[in-house]
């Protein structure tokens, strides 16, 4: 469902930067909404392609270092990495209902409504990424040996590659 909402907001960010360039170029006079749709939009991908992201452990990490690391201290940091993110997506629903409410009375200047809608994308997002960290924390813990967990595709630092593999054969 986040995938599809994604594709939808994509779609409505290139539509509405489409009527602006649009507008501005070809008609020479640029619609006046469609630069705060499109600032809007933009936030609404960025918060739920980050609860997308933590639901397919896609979220950006640098493991040149932890790699290296023994397994013992891998998972660990493995399960401290889970409980802060889990941390911020609370903080997340915590700070953007307070952010939602303080914003409820203010009208975006252009399209005429609440800037709470806007605000709203931090605790909605907030919670979905909790409802997705929630469970990936208790697998940590609950499956403790079984991490870290292999790289798929056998892209593991310093796996062979099949063509390495068949180098060293021969």
Known sequence: MLELLLIA?????VATIAVQVFSRYVLGSPVPWTEELARYLLVYLTFVGCALAIHEHAHLRIDVLLVRFPVQLQRV?????TASLLITAVLLVWYGIVFTELSWGTVSPALAQSIAWI????????????CYLVPQLIDRITHWNDYPRAIPDG????????????????
């Open 155 to 170: 892209d593991e630092p310093g796996a062979a590659s099949p063509a390495g593999q068949e180098g060293a054969a021969s």
């Open 119 to 130: 605000y709203a994308a931090m605790p909605v997002t907030g919670a979905v990424m909790a």
């Open 77 to 81: 940091i493995g399960l401290l990495t």
């Open 9 to 13: 907001v994509m779609i409505g960010l």
